[in-house]
């Protein structure tokens, strides 16, 4: 199935753009697919993609982006596959595979999440240093495709370092305050309980959230460099009294979604 996508987009990519290799893949998530709107020079919807499901989440717009940011070719997933959709993990990650046989070499991971941490507000943006897998289920379940990667992945820096440090310096640039810390990935749909945040906090979260472990851990197991941001979106259950809705998910983006998209490209700018 995947040759068939893969030629599928090159001849897409050949009719509109001639030449073109995308390094670097962006994933973004909930409330923040301003930036494949912005630069757009070929957009494909899902529902074309041979290989590809459809995303069914209010602010997932669901399409393919090419772009040129900053000088640098880029291919964006203006929306994703969630494993809570129904979705198997092998098709959530799909799109990740299909961009590395497109070329990226350097992943940028986005999401909305909640905040665990109680220093966490709103709006923050954090970078990821590390997650934690308890959404039931791992990718790479099932016969290991050598040509991707091997059967044993290591993930003790699956979130490049020096890809960390450097966003960091780059938000501190650009007077963008930026937290760090450790993203939890659970199943969803639903929110979490109180208790099972008060379990995250003591494992060692800062935020939570129903996507990026699953992406993150194929981009590490085909040898990409990864970032990861996650926009928090609100306070997590017991942390805030707040009553959890995706509308204030979508708020919370919003208002971060310049900041956001400012750092991302000048991210860009600096691989």
């Not at 050949?14 to 290799?21: A, V």
């Not at 945040?197 to 194929?218: F, H, K, L, Q, Y």
Request: net charge negative; charged share 20%; with cysteine.
């Amino acid at each position: 199935m995947i040759t068939s996508t893969i030629e599928f987009i090159n001849s897409k990519i050949k009719e509109t753009l001639g030449e073109y290799i995308p390094e670097i893949g962006i994933i973004l998530g909930s409330g923040l697919g301003e930036l494949a709107d912005e630069y757009c020079d070929l957009a494909i919807p899902y529902s074309e993609i041979p290989g590809f499901e459809t995303s069914t989440v209010s602010g997932h717009k669901g399409r393919l982006v090419f772009a040129k940011i900053n000088g640098k070719n880029v291919v964006m997933m203006q929306g994703r596959f969630h494993y809570y959709e129904g979705h198997s993990m092998q098709k959530v990650v799909y799109p990740v595979k299909v961009m590395k046989k497109l070329g990226v070499k350097t992943l940028i991971v986005t999401n909305a999440a909640g905040g665990v941490n109680p220093a966490f507000n709103p709006s923050d943006l954090m970078i990821i240093t590390d997650h934690i897998n308890l959404m039931g289920a791992n990718p790479l379940m099932g016969e290991n495709d050598d040509s991707f990667g091997e059967r044993f992945p290591d993930m003790t820096e699956a979130y490049t370092p020096e890809l960390v440090e450097l966003t960091k310096k780059i938000a501190s640039k650009l007077s963008i305050d930026l937290q760090e810390g450790v993203y939890l990935g659970m199943s969803g749909p639903s929110y979490e309980t109180p208790a099972e945040i008060r379990m995250a906090r003591a494992i060692g979260a800062d935020a939570v959230g129903m996507s990026t472990v699953p992406e993150a851990i194929v981009a590490s197991w085909t040898k990409m460099k990864l970032i990861g941001i996650s926009c928090i979106c609100n306070s997590a259950a017991g942390v805030s009294s707040a009553v959890l809705s995706h509308e204030d998910v979508i708020h919370a983006a919003n208002i971060a979604k310049d900041r956001f998209k400012i750092l991302v490209k000048e991210i860009i700018r600096n691989l």
